[in-house]
Structures are given as structure tokens and as C-alpha cells.
């Protein structure tokens, strides 16, 4: 029988709680900095869709143009309000929000959620469901390159509106920009935030008073708020109305930022902010462009900046073009939570990430995705050049993404609460109905564009799925080489396994203590020795910032209290640095079996060269795709903390 026992330390756990010391006032400070760091980092996105929606919808170069007369104005402000409402406010903020897993949101936080609550039965419908998950969060990192690129053009083809003579800076300047906004993502999503938050604060008060300008001139716009005239446009003039869906979804861009952001603030922060200032600016704003289209249909061309005040353009120019960066923040924040997820999840390797907050779980840095989406976002930037060629790609990515997200969501409220069938009936039947009526539309611009977010989610998917399925591969043929610890120590008992015993410490890492770790086992087999203490450790990462020292080590002797061989468990918070010597430095030596001589111990890392094999267990093109995509696996002994000068790798071949 195994004997598991705990280290203790000093520490009475108090590390992952607050201090009593902070009372209301400071707590009411940290609500207030996590709604401006939300309003930093989580609305930009969908915060600057005001700049090009009705642009694109009224666009006249439109493959399906939307004539301009009052009923076609009223109807697409009202669309575009009750857009807004049935999917970001009751999608997002009412339903998806409630659905986190410890915390993170995103559809990879549903599919977290899928895999825990599916029934025995429901099983098949459960891996169906998330495979259609990963394809959605695969269209997100298409969101994730074209959003910089819209975003970003959109605001500095603002001078072209100030002083025509500059449109041939419009790309660089873009350029420059989204070279910078890539480069501070290492300083953390916090920092990023306090920056952000007060110029997001600035922006939205601003389309608010230009809204409220071009509503006070034509009050009867307000009208548009009734839901009649969105279905009397979309029934009555279905032919137009169904092609202007493909423009009116650029309203509802961000959305899934605002979930897949919110392990980085929390969902009452970013609701907060959403109900009390991004949705009554954003509604101020499409109402006056609205009127001031009314006025003058030839204002269609760029209704934002035309509804600005003369002497207000070139700043708004300035303070749309911050925005706009902000805007691109969102989903670069979601791309990072995404990818952090899947690598959890095992649809990617082991990323490097920064963890770069002690107080929200969630904000994070991820270099490889950092720099992969830079490039991307500037490939997009010089191939289309201008925000308008870019917005039929993008509707097709957000509806995508929403349609999938809904779908999940009802599964899982069924799964998880056992919420009755009638009512999951009623909700999942009147959004699903509206999520796919955009799908369609945005369908129509597929040879305009809408391929590209396709394209970019059929790769991502592609993939992640390959990964997880050589993963898979890997991990069953890893278990064969390797063999049950149990039998191995037996076998090292009875001499079957000789290995003459070695003075020393050697500190294997493994996945757990099932089977034996690779390089342990390599070195008895080929050496031919064992030292006179050996500890397998296996590392884990908790939910917290920080683990007590109290709870973090945990000992089995693995049957036997006098053969020098345990098992060690270490426990690390998710902001910790995880540090191996030190950990097993608070083991006691009546716990190890005799004293560890951790600075002179020998750490084994087991390092797998992976090699196409002849054995039908994929495509071979898929093979080939598995070992590339291994190569960007953050380093084990950096990752880890292991000291360098005493780190031996075993190499280890496996076929797939």
C-alpha cells in the first residue's frame, strides 16, 4: 500500500487570499481599475464598428448595393440596434458570460465545459460539438489578423477625409502602427490597460456627444429604435435587407472578445461596462450617423467623420486611430487565451506564456502567437490595403465564431444546469435562427473576400486537430516504451532489472506516476544503474496565483518505504515561476527515504525525436505537419526552472 504524505511549511495558506487589511474603499478600487482596464482591452473592437458599419452597408460598390431613401435608413439603424442587442447583450453578456471555466471565457472555455458534462450517452454528440468548437475558435485567430488591419486602416483613412492629398500615406502610417501595438504586448494586458482604458473612456464619450449632435438635428431617427422597422426592412424588402446582414453583423464585431477576454477582468467588470457606457455610445453614434444620412444621402461615403464637427475631424482622426489600436487589443488579448486553452486542452504543444498579473488568472503573454499575428495583420495590411476591401472578410469570421458559440452555449446550459428542454428549445431556436440568417448573408461575399477567414480557420483547425490526433499517437506509443512503474520497480527489487546502485540524487520529470519515465528507464536498460535516490516528479499547475507552501508537495514511497525510489508531486500557482530544486528542497529526509543532496542531484529530462513512421496511423501529409508543429514547443528545462549545469536530456525516438 502507498503512503502519501504532505511538506509542510510555515505558510498558514494565506498567500492566495487578501488581506484583511483591504477594506471596502480598496476593493471598490480595484472594481473601478478592472472596468478601465476592461474598457481598455475588451471593447475596442466592437467599440469602433460605429466607424465603418453603415459606411459598408450604404457602400455603392457593393456587389449588392443598399439604395439610399429613408425606409432603407431606418430599417438598417434599427437592424443594426436590434443586432446588438438579441447577440451581444443576450448572447454574450445575459448567457455565454455565465458560462466560464474557473474564470476564463472563450469558446475553448466551453469546450473545457462540453467535455466535463456530457453524459455517457451523450458522448458522440459531445466530440462532434467540440470539434465544431475548435473550428470556431480556429475562425477567431482569423478575427484575431483581420481585426488590427480593418481597425487600424479604417481610422487613418480618416485623412483622407481631413486632407485628400494624404492617401497615399494611409499604409504606412497603418504599418507603423501595428508594429508598435505588437511590440508593448510583452509589458502584460494590465499595463496595456491602465494605458487604454482612459483614451477608450475619451472615445466613447465622444461618438456619444457627435450622436447625440446629429440626433438633436433630426429627433425623428429615434423611431429606428422601435422593432418594426427592422422587421418591416428585413420582411418587407427581404431582397435588400438579407445582402445588407453581410454589412450590418460589422456592428457585432468584438463580441466574442468580450467572452474570450474575460478571464483577464471578469465578467461583472466587462458588463459593467458594457451596459453603462460602450452600448449607449455606440447606439448615440449609429443613431446620428443615421440622421445626418437623412439629411444628405450623399453623406454615406463616410458618415462617422462627416457627423464630427470641422474643427473636431482631425482630432477625432487621432483619437479613432488610438481607438482602433485598442480595437485591435481586444482580439490580440482573446488570440493570447485562445491559444493558452488549446495548449491546456491538448490541441497545441506546450507555448511559452507570461503570466503577467498576480490578481486575474487570465492576462497573459504569449510570444510565438505575438509575433505570428504581427505578420499576419501586416500580410493583410499591404495584399488589401484599404478597410473597405477587408470588410467582407471580416463579417464572415465574427458570424462564424457566434453561430458555434451559441450552439455550445445551449448544450452546455443543458449539460451543466439541466435547464429544461422547452426553454433551451425556445432560446437556442430564435438565436440560432438569427446567428445563421448572417451566416447566410455573409456567405454571398465569399468569392469578395469572405474565403479568407475560411481559409485562415480551415489552417488553424487543421492544425490543432492534427496535433491533438499525434498527440494522441505519441502519447499511446510513449506508454508502451515506457511500461508501468510499478512492474519496473518490482522488477528492480526482485534483480530482474539489474542497474548497480550509484551514489547521488537523479530527479526524473515525468507525466505522472503510471509509467515509467523514458529516460529513468533508458538508463537502466543501457547504463545499467540506478542512483541511491531517485525522485520522479511531476509538476501541476493550480487555478490561484500562488500555492501555500503547506500544500505544495505531496509524497508517495510508491509501495515501498526502503528502496530510495519516491514519487513527488509539486504544486505551482499559476503566477509562479515554477522552481524544482527549491520545492524539493523542503522535503524532509524522513519523507524521501534518506537525505537528497539537491546541489549536486542530476535532473533528467526525457526528450522525444519524433520520426514518420510506415504505420497507417495518419495522412502522411499530416505526419509531416505533426513533427513541424513540435518544434515549436517552449523549452522543457527553461520552462521548468531546472539549473542548466545539471540538466541531463535522454533522447528517445517514436514513430508516427
Known sequence: ????????????????????????????????????????????????????????????????PVPVNTENVYGVVSLVFWSVVIIVMVTYVLLAMRADNDGEGGIMALITLLRRWSTQQGRKAAAVLAALGIFGASLFFGDSMITPAISVLSAVEGLKVVQPSLEELVVPITAVIIVMLFLVQRRGTAA??????????????AIGACGVLGVVDHPEILRALSPT???????????????ALAGVVLAVTGAEALYADMGHFGRRPISRAWMFLVFPACVLSYLGQGALILADP????????LLVPDWGRLPMVVLATAATVIASQAVITGAYSVASQAARLGYLPRLRITHTSASAMGQIYVPWINWLLMVSVLTLVFAFRSSTALAFAFGMAVTG?????????????????????????????????????????????????AWLPLLIGLVAFTIMTTWQRGRAIVTEERTEHEGSLREFIEELRSGKARARH?????????????????????????????????????????????????????????????????????????????????????LDPAMTEGALHLDQASYFLS?????????????????????????????????????????????????V
Open 298 to 305: 450623399a453623406n454615406v461615403s463616410s458618415p462617422f467623420f
Open 229 to 243: 422597422y427592422a422587421l418591416g426592412f428585413l420582411f418587407g424588402h427581404f431582397h435588400i435587407a438579407f445582402f
Open 607 to 655: 526528450k522525444i525525436e519524433l520520426q514518420r513512421g510506415k504505420a497507417p496511423t495518419m495522412a502522411p501529409w499530416r505526419k509531416r505537419l505533426f513533427i513541424a508543429t513540435s518544434y515549436i514547443t517552449a523549452d522543457a528545462a527553461e520552462h521548468f526552472g531546472l539549473p542548466r549545469n545539471q540538466t541531463v536530456i535522454m533522447g528517445s525516438r517514436i514513430e
Open 1 to 64: 500500500m502507498s503512503n502519501r504524505r504532505h511538506a509542510t511549511g510555515s505558510d498558514d495558506g494565506s498567500a492566495s487570499r487578501p488581506s484583511a487589511a483591504h477594506g471596502p474603499g480598496a476593493r471598490d478600487t480595484v472594481r473601478l481599475a478592472l472596468v478601465i482596464g476592461a474598457l481598455g482591452v475588451v471593447f475596442g473592437d466592437i467599440g469602433t464598428s460605429p466607424i465603418y458599419t453603415l459606411q459598408t452597408v450604404f457602400n455603392p460598390s457593393d456587389p449588392h
Open 401 to 449: 465564431t457566434i453561430t458555434i458559440t451559441t450552439l455550445l452555449f445551449f448544450y452546455v446550459a443543458r449539460a451543466k444546469w439541466g435547464t429544461p428542454m422547452w426553454l433551451i428549445g425556445i432560446g437556442a431556436t430564435a438565436l440560432m435562427s438569427v446567428d445563421l440568417l448572417f451566416v447566410a448573408a455573409n456567405l454571398t461575399k465569399f468569392v469578395h473576400g
Open 192 to 205: 496595456v490597460g491602465r494605458v487604454f482604458g482612459p483614451v477608450m473612456i475619451a472615445w466613447f464619450v
Open 502 to 586: 550509484v551514489p547521488g540524487t537523479a530527479v526524473f520529470l515525468n507525466r505522472g506516476k503510471q509509467t515509467v519515465p523514458l529516460a529513468m528507464r533508458a538508463n537502466v536498460d543501457h547504463n545499467h544503474v540506478r542512483h541511491e535516490h531517485v525522485v520522479i516528479l511531476s509538476l501541476e499547475t493550480e487555478p490561484v496565483p500562488r500555492v501555500p507552501e503547506n500544500r505544495r508537495i505531496d509524497v508517495d514511497d510508491l509501495g515501498y518505504a526502503d528502496d530510495g525510489i519516491i514519487h513527488v508531486t509539486a504544486r505551482f500557482g499559476y503566477m509562479e515561476t515554477p522552481d524544482v530544486p527549491r520545492a524539493l528542497s523542503m
